[in-house]
Nanobody, 126 residues
Framework: QVQLVESGGGLVQPGGSLKLSCAAS????????IGWFRQAPGKEREGVSC????????YYADSVMGRFTISRDNAKNTVYLQMNGLKPEDTAVYYC???????????????????WGQGTQVTVSS
């Protein structure tokens, strides 16, 4: 059964750090592009970062460039999102999602994703 489970969210002060985990089961993360997305109340879901299949090429939204890092641990079948220098505007529910295996690169658009995790809340507040 395909499953994605996010963890690692919480309350942090501005400037703080969190590392989110996306543990996959039922498929191998190295075989699929994986994206991190977020959704704040009243706002559309937006792409944060993604990592391509096999070669691991990464992409980031302009708003998180230089602060967030996506990575993959194939042995643990887990994708991570290291978040540094957190800002209040980063507050959202963060989701990981699997993208179609045939995609030549990962995308920051939420639409193509076919499986989603349940989300983990990240709140950045002083």
């Amino acid at each position: 059964q395909v499953q994605l489970v996010e963890s690692g969210g919480g309350l942090v002060q501005p400037g703080g750090s969190l590392k989110l985990s996306c543990a996959a089961s039922g498929f191998t993360v190295d075989d699929y592009p994986i994206g991190w997305f977020r959704q704040a109340p009243g706002k559309e879901r937006e792409g944060v970062s993604c990592i391509g299949r096999s070669d691991g090429r990464t992409y980031y939204a302009d708003s998180v460039m230089g602060r967030f890092t996506i990575s993959r641990d194939n042995a643990k079948n887990t994708v991570y999102l290291q978040m540094n220098g957190l800002k209040p505007e980063d507050t959202a529910v963060y989701y990981c999602a699997r993208q179609p295996r045939q995609f030549r690169r990962c995308v920051l658009s939420p639409g193509p994703s076919d499986f989603w995790g349940q989300g983990t809340q990240v709140t950045v507040s002083s």
